[in-house]
């Protein structure tokens, strides 16, 4: 399932504070650990794709 940025930052708080919870096996752990490194990336790939429109649109403002 995709998840837009709001979704994937809800998912990431959730990984942390159950990482942070300490209750879980290593296994378990390192499963969230790979899914928040997953999400991590794919909200960072969203930001530098929305920093880009908002570029795009300030450029095309400029030359009107």
Same mark, same amino acid.
């Given at each position: 399932?995709?998840?837009? *940025?709001?979704? $994937? #930052?809800?998912?990431? &708080? &959730? /990984? #942390?504070?159950? =990482?942070? %919870? %300490? !209750? @879980?096996? =290593?296994?378990? $752990? =390192?499963?969230? *650990?790979?899914? %928040?490194?997953? @999400? $991590?990336? !794919? ?8 920093? =880009?429109?908002?570029? !795009? /649109? !300030? &450029? #095309?403002? &400029?030359?009107?």
């Amino acid at each position: 399932m995709d998840m837009n *940025y709001e979704q $994937s #930052v809800k998912r990431l &708080e &959730e /990984i #942390v504070s159950t =990482l942070e %919870g %300490g !209750n @879980l096996s =290593l296994d378990d $752990s =390192l499963k969230l *650990y790979e899914e %928040g490194a997953v @999400l $991590s990336e !794919n909200c960072r790939k969203m930001l530098s794709q929305a920093k =880009l429109k908002i570029k !795009n /649109i !300030n &450029e #095309v403002a &400029e030359d009107d």
